[in-house]
């Protein structure tokens, strides 16, 4: 299985950008894909997720309202929109697969991409 995380770069504060999860290899039956990030000094949190089969989504309250999880199934590919950018959203946002049982926890989740850098910054 491996995960491909891209689409992190430098952005100004309430700008926006688009990451990329590319998904292969995993063929375990309906699964989840979250977004997780981890800033300095800060553990690792969850921020979104999406049901592969269901659509059903889930998001951490601080970026509900902002931050849109979606998936191309032909592409294997899950994004996350990430728009009204704050410099607290800086971190490294990792893309994960699995079957969790609580949408946010990283515990359910059984691999995962290398991250990509997200920096908030004027």
């Known amino acids: 299985v491996q995960l491909q995380a891209s689409g992190g770069g430098l952005v100004q504060p309430g700008g926006s950008l688009r990451l990329s999860c590319a998904v292969s290899?995993?063929?375990?039956?309906?699964?989840?894909i979250g977004w997780f990030r981890q800033a300095p000094g800060k553990k690792r949190e969850g921020v979104s997720y999406?049901?592969?089969?269901?659509?059903?989504?889930s998001y951490a309250n601080s970026v509900k309202g902002r931050f849109t999880i979606s998936r191309d199934k032909a592409k294997d590919t899950v994004y996350l929109q990430m728009n009204s950018l704050k410099p607290e959203d800086t971190a490294v946002y990792y893309c994960?697969?699995?079957?969790?049982?609580?949408?946010?926890?990283?515990?359910?989740?059984?691999?995962w991409g290398q991250g990509t850098q997200v920096t908030v910054s004027s």
């Open positions: 994960a697969v699995g079957c969790p049982s609580i949408p946010l926890i990283e515990s359910g989740y059984d691999y």
């Open positions: 290899g995993f063929t375990s039956g309906p699964h989840a």
């Open positions: 999406i049901h592969s089969s269901e659509g059903t989504t």
